[in-house]
């Protein structure tokens, strides 16, 4: 059986006992990484309006986040397993911190000045939550009682809230999405799903009441984005004409009329998919979502073949995290979903969410390479 | 319970299996969501957000078309298009603002007024668009400013065409002039023949000729980014620009009549009797037009409005007078083409005339009266009797018919914007008017042009011509022709003739003999004017603005100067072939030979053997005076 095993997995690393094998890392993952960024540095060069520094940049961000990536993968899933409490403890209370000194900025206050670095607290919530909840959960029995939703529904609850304080609707979104996730992957059963399912809908109206005046204001005119087209539905109607008058083939790369004249509000960070929908059309969507479904794909993979309940979860997380980003981000700039702050995962301009992503991926590739060690144990 | 569900590690990874593929599923079947989202944005709605793209980047920009420029006869320009020069400041490319008006101001006066002016436009206009601190640049202000314009990264000078009239007053009441669209002109204007257009014809002909000066706009397409920098033009639909116009008027008869009138409140018309065309057309006081382009001040236009000699109001066409005296040759056609009177029959007066049964004396001027006399002889020496006669035996309704087919009581259709029509009164028009009843006296009154009977200088000019004519009223007109284009033929305009219905060249012979009379006859009230170059024939008329009393005698000097008669002179010359009628008047002038013949004289002296008339008031006050 055992040999067996050893075999499919060789074959399936392709490059096994090279250089990757020794970096931890996971061939099918690392090329479609590769060919999103790659197509990612093209777009954005469009969007940044041909600007070379820009691209340059973001170049040296996605170098950056490639090697923490790539750090990461050497951390064995044990490790970050006994990581996990404290980086959840330290996320909470660096939450707590922005929220009592932290910067203000475009009227939400989401930065911590740490003196050389100034960062958002509420990234490491997308890592760590999950990690926090595998690590739980993964020494609970499967699947979870009462006791342990409850328990679960409060480490969630504690940094969600936190975070939409500040407020960060997008951020609040993919993070309580994490936690969801891996409650879910846990083995929650159906029936508590849909008993949760008929909560959460009945506590919209809380939700509604608990937003911001401009939170509110874009959830309407998302509803409607006739009814401001020259304030916050702007942003709405300009991706739509934008994505619309690609049609099928796009307008052609440095093509885009509204993208390069400026139409299109953010068309380099959250609203770049516009810019990649107007000039390469519906196959250069499609593309890019094939290649975004492969990488859920095998994220989701990686997950079902983990040999351990905190792997698993972990990976099945991040996995989802990721995809949440992407539809959260293309839902909002085609009009499907209201207006929030998320980038397109390692496409928009922009540092941040990257770093997140990649370490994410790093844990995915930690997982994946460990796989036949955990198992030859 | 607790064991078994350790011990069922395999379960545990078969249901987080099962559970990670409802998660891909349910990440399939969002995907899918979202590629039916673009389905429908990219193929379906595909034409609905292209049009709505090029709505964005495209913007039709109207070019508006170049006025039409206006000529004397001899080809001297009246209305121009000049540049006019602004300097303007690019806010995007200037750091510090109030820094470099304090550095321009020191090289070219720039008033408070310039200032408020560019802090009002500042907002208004785009950060890379132009916003004038100064206009109107002279030359010099211009070259010291292109001397230092180094200095001024972002600082330029604009050039813009602008309406302007070189001859100024002389030709503003003729001409008229253009001035800002305001509200209610937006209203009756093709809105989209004026997109782009900032000016519009408000008085004269530039009113009335709207039409032909404006001409038609054009459009260019100019892809503009989301801020409105246009950064390509393209597929031009060029402006056709305005016709030009050429006048009958000629500029130097224009200045001479203007001469000849010095600063007397009146007005001159010199019509061409064969073609109808105006040769001149002056109103004194006049303004200068020029300031009115650019929007005259508050102030300024307060002053000549509450002038009390109103150099605004265009005397020519819409000052109305009593015609006096000069219209009884038209009552004396009237009478022989309606068969009352003869020309050879005689009528007596001995100084007034009463209607039967009734005490009232209807006066002549000559109070001892002038015994009996013909119908050549009554026209020679403005026998008042003679007409009261002649209309109490003609009728109003006869009269009016008449007078109505010399174009009285009618605006006569010339091409000037502002033309009114007299008033002819009659019977009806009095129940209408007045809702009273017409009484015989009244007949009688506009038997001698006197009354609520009110004529404009035009139609006393155009009826003249048409005496001149012996028979055809010519229906006056100012634009001779219109041109495309510079090298383009000349379109002449059509003249419009009427054939007046009296075609009895006899009687027509009896009422220019009569007027010959009237300057060449010993006995005549224009006598001074005879000269041995040319023959006039013409007609004096001093018409009432102060009624005196029926036991008074008037007295020039008791009555005030604004109170006194207004003196009127109509005439033609020469008298074989006409080439010139005139209508003068001269208000509160006096008598008509003393003081509008002369001017009459001066003007065909101009016309006919080309004498300039040397400006001088006191030439002026002393014709006044005699």
Partial sequence: ?377 | MLAEVFADRRGEKRLFRTRALVLAVLVVLSLALIGMRLFQLQVVRHEHFTTLSDDNRIKIQPMPPTRGLIYDRDGVLLADNLPSYALTIEPEKVDDLAATIAELSALLPISELDRERFRRLLPQRRRFEGVPIRLDLSQAERARFAVQSHRFPGVEIAAELSRSYPQGMHTAHVVGYVGRINEQELEQIDRSDYAGSTHIGKVGIEKYHEAWLHGHVGYQQAVVNARGRVLERREEKTPLPGRDLHLFLDLDLQRDAAAALGDRRGAVVAIEPETGGVLAMVSSPSYDPNPFVGGIGFKAYAALRDDIDRPLYNRAIRGQYPPGSTIKQFIALAGLASGVATAREGKYCGGYFQLPGHSHRYRCWRSGGHGTLAMEDAIVQSCDVYFYRLAHDMGIERMKTHLAEFGFGEPTGADIAGELGGLLPSPEWKRRARNQPWFPGETLIVGIGQGAFLATPLQLAAATAAVANRGTYMQPRLVSATRASLGAPLDPTEAKRRLLPDKDPAHWQTIVDAMTNVVEGRRGTARRIRNDDYRIAGKTGTSQVFTVGQNETYNEAEVAERMRDHALFVGFAPIDNPQIAVAVIVENGGHGGATAAPIARAVMDSWLLDQRVVPSTENAAETTSQ
């Fill in chain 1, 1 to 377: 059986m055992a040999p067996h095993k050893l075999r499919i997995d060789r074959d399936s690393s392709g490059l096994d006992g090279g250089l990757l094998a020794r970096l931890h890392l996971d061939l099918p993952l690392l090329l479609l990484l590769l060919l999103i960024c790659g197509l990612g540095l093209v777009v954005l060069y469009s969007a940044s309006g041909q600007s070379a520094e820009q691209v340059d940049r973001q170049l040296l961000r996605l170098g950056v986040a490639f090697l923490l990536m790539i750090a990461i993968a050497q951390v064995p899933p044990v490790v970050l397993s006994r990581w996990s409490l404290p980086l959840f403890l330290i996320g909470l209370s660096l939450l707590l911190a922005v929220l009592l000194m932290g910067e203000q900025s475009k009227g939400a206050q989401r930065w911590l000045d740490l003196g050389v670095v100034r960062f958002q607290p509420s990234e490491i919530l997308k890592l760590a939550l999950p990690m926090m909840l595998a690590w739980y959960l993964s020494m609970r029995p499967t699947p979870p009682r009462l006791l342990d939703i409850a328990v679960v529904g409060l480490l969630i609850a504690a940094p969600v809230l936190l975070i939409a304080k500040q407020p960060d609707l997008g951020t609040a979104v993919l993070v309580a999405s994490a936690g969801v996730t891996t409650l879910f992957l846990s083995g929650l059963r159906w029936r508590l799903i849909i008993g949760l399912c008929v909560l959460g809908a009945a506590a919209t109206p809380l939700v509604w009441s608990l937003m911001r005046d401009y939170q509110r204001r874009r959830v309407l005119t998302f509803l409607d984005p006739g009814s401001d087209p020259l304030g916050a539905g702007y942003h709405i109607i300009q991706s739509q004409i934008a994505i619309g008058s690609g049609g099928l083939h796009g307008k052609g790369w440095l093509g885009g009329t509204q993208s390069q004249l400026e139409f299109l509000p953010e068309r380099s960070t959250d609203f770049i998919f516009a810019v990649l929908g107007e000039e390469l059309g519906l196959s250069g969507v499609v593309l890019l979502m094939l290649l975004y479904l492969a990488v859920i794909l095998r994220g989701l993979s990686i997950a079902a073949q983990a040999p351990d309940a905190y792997s698993r979860l972990l990976a099945g997380s991040v996995t989802i995290v990721f995809f949440v980003y992407l539809f959260v981000n293309m839902g909002m700039v085609t009009g499907l979903l209201p207006v929030v702050g998320v980038p397109l995962p390692l496409i928009s301009y922009g540092g941040t969410s990257l770093v997140t992503l990649m370490l994410g991926f790093g844990i995915l590739m930690s997982i994946q390479t460990r796989r036949k060690l955990l198992q030859s144990e």
